[in-house]
């Protein structure tokens, strides 16, 4: 078809619309267009750091936790980044949280190693989502939460909330809902390795006490 001089048919608008996912018109198409596309090429490159992130998997449960991160930090260009588990939740699990900064820094209180001790270099929001998490106040947080520089997304299993992912972005990157996907995705992988962590320290014990015995026996 030919559009006219005043730009696309009605016709011709709805095609462009199920071909790219965007209404066109005269003067919006274009900045549309350049958001889809923009927006699909930040999931593609997301999709392909968390399959990296993903395969740390083989390199235990500390190595994974770090990648997947490192992962969400490069994807939003986050200042701060916090994965923790609530306490009392998969008990055996290691490590319980790490946190990381813009340089890619990681921090904790505990259990992690080549970690720093975050002192006085912890911003309070922070420290107060890491205190909520730990103690299993998600309050209203128990959904995703992505607000333009702040996101909040519970890690559940089974049907309950073990932990959460948070991310803090500077003021020049603003979160959408591609960004919520890649953090759910993130959130939901994290929790089922840190339940197969639990699982294999769980069989280990077991298997130390049941050679312990055979020796005693």
Known sequence: MISSSNGPSATESREIEL???VRTGKGTFYSEFRGAAERLERAVHALDTISRALVQTVEGPEQLVRAVAEAARSHLGAEWV????????LPEAQPRHLILDAAGRAYAFEGLQNAEYPGTNLPSAVLNRLND????RFGQCMHPVIEDHRAHVPMKLDGGVIGAFAA???????LD??????MQILASQTA?????????QKSQNLLEQAEQGFSEA
């Open 82 to 89: 916090l994965i923790a588990l609530a306490d009392g939740a």
């Open 177 to 182: 809902s591609t960004d919520e996907s890649v």
């Open 192 to 200: 089922v390795a840190l339940q197969n962590s639990a699982l294999f």
């Open 168 to 174: 803090w972005t500077p003021p020049q990157r603003t």
């Open 133 to 136: 998490i730990l103690r299993g």
């Open 19 to 21: 071909l790219t996912g």
